[in-house]
Every structure is written in structure tokens, then in C-alpha cells.
């Protein structure tokens, strides 16, 4: 009698433990393929970043609410999309600028072709 409960018991243990073991394995392969979706949204967000404004702000418009900026390292890609590639000494990327009056647009290579030093003051006109 105490040999066949001790073997009742260990097939119990034995399918309890089976079980476990399909519900890890179930766990781990949705885990991966999560995973695996998260770094497909990764590559896909930075890969948008790394576009023109318009596009990104398309791409953007069409993503529901905060959901990149919860799920994905939202401001951590930005600024690695956005950084630049600027070192000291470098010249300035070439850019127009529209006038606060609107009547022209002003070109800084026809500025620093002059060989005139040239300086941006970022401000409030408000």
C-alpha cells in the first residue's frame, strides 16, 4: 500500500512537473518573439528618424497616442538620429534662413563668402 502511493505520488509530481516545464517553454517562446517584435519597432523607429522632418512627422501621425514613447527608448534614438556628425574646426552646414520681415530669404554661403565672420542669435521677439 505505501509503495503504491509513493508511486501514485511521483506520477503526480512527474505530470505536474510536465506541465510546468509546457508552461515555461509557452512563457519563453512569447517572451522571444516579443522580443524579437520590439527590436523589429526599435530598427523601424530609428530607421524613421534617421529621415527628412515630413517624413518622420507622416510616420509619427499615424502611430497611436504615446505608444512609441512608452514602449520604445523614444529620446535616447532621437538623439542618436539627431546628433550630427560636427566636429570643432568643421564649417557649418550650409542653411536659409527666412527674414523676421518675410520680404527675403538670406543663404549662409552667400554670407561667408563675403569672408565676413557671421553670428546667429537665437532669440524671443515675442
Not at 505520488?9 to 512563457?27: D, Q, T
Amino acid at each position: 500500500m505505501n509503495f503504491q502511493f509513493s508511486a501514485l505520488w511521483n506520477r503526480a509530481w512527474w505530470n505536474r512537473a510536465l506541465r510546468n516545464r509546457v508552461l515555461w517553454k509557452k512563457i519563453g517562446v512569447t517572451a522571444g518573439v516579443l522580443a524579437v517584435l520590439w527590436l523589429i519597432g526599435c530598427a523601424f523607429l530609428y530607421h524613421t528618424m534617421l529621415q527628412p522632418p515630413e517624413k518622420f512627422g507622416r510616420v509619427m501621425a499615424k502611430l497611436p497616442g504615446p505608444v512609441p514613447f512608452l514602449i520604445f527608448p523614444f529620446e535616447t534614438m532621437w538623439m542618436r538620429a539627431r546628433a550630427g556628425h560636427l566636429s570643432v574646426g568643421d564649417h557649418a552646414p550650409d542653411f536659409v534662413l527666412t527674414e523676421l520681415d518675410k520680404s527675403t530669404q538670406v543663404q549662409l554661403s552667400s554670407l561667408t563668402a563675403q569672408k565676413r565672420p557671421v553670428v546667429l542669435i537665437f532669440g524671443s521677439y515675442t
